[in-house]
């Protein structure tokens, strides 16, 4: 018993390790400069909570802007992005030549680095859709990435273009992972496609919608690379989400300790978000 505990920690150990520190010791730094004036150099002078009382009650970086656009676009491409995947993933799964290719093809984005793939999509939004409306005058081409609506439907195509094909998979695994019985019964029952899809398939990848809505809840809010490559938050911070303006606030205003106060509210907010998330989806989950 004592050597199957050993080993246990053993094999532990690494995991724990890593996770101390790359996750924790940073939180904790964090938290302590976030109680200070450090500016990003020198010495860092204690100062209590005045970062955060200047954030709730004097705050003129745009933060609760950023914040409010962060959730909204979190909300909007977790429904969309989760949609897209889980009907990627019912298309897939039919038996008909060439499903295995659009596997890789709808996965493949995925693989693109954010900056780079940030860059790609700036050039259709302002090279290839300013042609488009040179050529036929229609205003919907017209500066997409100068604009806090259009710019916010730009970000919102480019995570869900990326996204899509990475749910995919998982509901993929989901969909195969329902027994052949549950399928064939509901056949000889005569339900159809559509009552099948609601009343079977659905229903029983429920731990796999809660996976994609917490993963994809996480990411969206942290968006980072993306934002950046795009609009840069312009123009006048109208597309700033809350990954940049922190990122704005410690290397750009050399606000170090202040960008610190927002990043734990920041983490604070996220966290309390994903753990309701996960306690409302776990209870509609149902035994496979």
Not at 262 to 284: E, G, M, P, Y
Request: proline letters at 2%; glycine letters at 8%.
């Amino acid at each position: 018993m004592k050597r199957s505990k050993l080993g246990f920690w053993l094999f532990l150990a690494p995991c724990l390790i890593s996770f101390a520190i790359v996750v924790l010791i940073p939180t904790v730094i964090g938290i302590y400069y976030s109680l200070t004036d450090w500016k990003g150099s020198g010495n860092a002078n204690f100062i209590g909570f005045e970062n955060y009382i200047k954030l709730f009650t004097n705050d003129n970086s745009n933060f609760w802007y950023s914040f409010g656009y962060t959730a909204l676009f979190a909300i909007t491409a977790v429904i969309c992005i989760n949609v897209v995947g889980f009907a990627l993933a019912l298309l897939v799964t039919k038996k008909f030549r060439g499903a295995t290719l659009l596997r890789g093809i709808f996965f493949m984005p995925n693989l693109i680095g954010g900056l780079l793939l940030g860059f790609a999509w700036q050039f259709i939004f302002k090279q290839v859709f300013n042609v488009i409306y040179t050529a036929t005058g229609m205003e919907f081409f017209r500066n997409w990435l100068t604009d806090s609506t259009t710019g916010f439907f730009a970000l919102l195509i480019v995570m869900v273009w990326q996204m899509g094909g990475y749910m995919m998979i998982i509901y993929i695994a989901a969909i195969q992972n329902i027994p052949d019985s549950v399928i064939e019964a509901s056949a000889i029952d005569g339900a159809g496609g559509w009552r099948r899809l609601f009343s079977i398939t659905i229903p029983m990848v429920v731990p796999a919608f809660t996976v994609g809505l917490f993963l994809m809840l996480s990411n969206s809010f942290k968006l980072f690379d993306q934002n950046l490559a795009l609009t840069k938050g312009g123009p006048n911070h109208c597309n700033e989400m809350l990954a940049l303006n922190i990122y704005n606030s410690a290397f750009v205003s050399n606000q170090t300790g202040y960008a610190q106060a927002k990043a734990v509210i920041f983490l604070i907010s996220v966290a309390t978000i994903s753990i309701i998330q996960l306690i409302a989806t776990k209870k509609a989950e149902v035994e496979t």
